[in-house]
C-alpha cells in the first residue's frame, strides 16, 4: 500500500509542479488553487509512504516519479522537445526507481 501512495504522491507532485508553472508567479488564482491542494496531496501521501518506506528510497522515488510526469507533461501538452535524448535520460530514471523499488 505504501508504495501505491507513493507513486500517486509523485503524480501529484506532477500536478503541483505544472500548476506552479501555470500560475505566473503567484499571480493567478486558480493555478495557485491546484497548486497548494496538489502539494497538499502530494506531501502528505510522501509523509504516509515514509513511514513503512526508508527516507531515501522514498525521496528518490516521489521526485523521480514526479520528474518524468512533469517531463512527459511538458511535451505531451505544452510542446517541449520529445528528443531521443530526453526519453533516454527520463528512461534512466525508470530504470533507477525500478532498481530501487527491487532492492527496497
Same mark, same amino acid.
Not at 500500500?1 to 509523485?10: C, E, H
Not at 488564482?29 to 504516509?48: E, K, Q, R
Not at 505544452?78 to 527496497?104: D, Q
Given at each position: 500500500?505504501?508504495?501505491?501512495?507513493?507513486? !500517486?504522491?509523485?503524480?501529484?507532485?506532477?500536478?503541483?509542479?505544472?500548476?506552479?508553472?501555470?500560475?505566473?508567479?503567484?499571480?493567478?488564482?486558480?493555478?495557485?488553487?491546484?497548486?497548494?491542494?496538489?502539494?497538499?496531496?502530494?506531501?502528505?501521501?510522501?509523509?504516509?509512504?515514509?513511514?513503512?518506506?526508508?527516507?531515501?528510497?522514498?525521496?528518490?522515488?516521489?521526485?523521480?516519479?514526479?520528474? !518524468?510526469?512533469?517531463?512527459?507533461?511538458?511535451?505531451?501538452?505544452?510542446?517541449?522537445?520529445?528528443?531521443?535524448?530526453?526519453?533516454?535520460?527520463?528512461?534512466?530514471?525508470?530504470?533507477?526507481? !525500478?532498481?530501487?523499488?527491487?532492492?527496497?
Amino acid at each position: 500500500m505504501a508504495w501505491l501512495v507513493l507513486i !500517486i504522491s509523485g503524480l501529484f507532485e506532477t500536478v503541483w509542479a505544472s500548476a506552479l508553472a501555470a500560475s505566473d508567479g503567484f499571480r493567478r488564482l486558480g493555478p495557485v488553487l491546484v497548486f497548494i491542494l496538489g502539494c497538499t496531496i502530494s506531501m502528505g501521501g510522501l509523509a504516509f509512504a515514509l513511514r513503512v518506506i526508508p527516507v531515501g528510497t522514498g525521496y528518490a522515488v516521489w521526485t523521480g516519479v514526479g520528474a !518524468i510526469g512533469t517531463a512527459v507533461y511538458g511535451m505531451a501538452a505544452l510542446g517541449e522537445p520529445a528528443t531521443l535524448a530526453r526519453i533516454a535520460c527520463l528512461g534512466l530514471i525508470v530504470s533507477g526507481i !525500478i532498481g530501487l523499488k527491487l532492492i527496497s
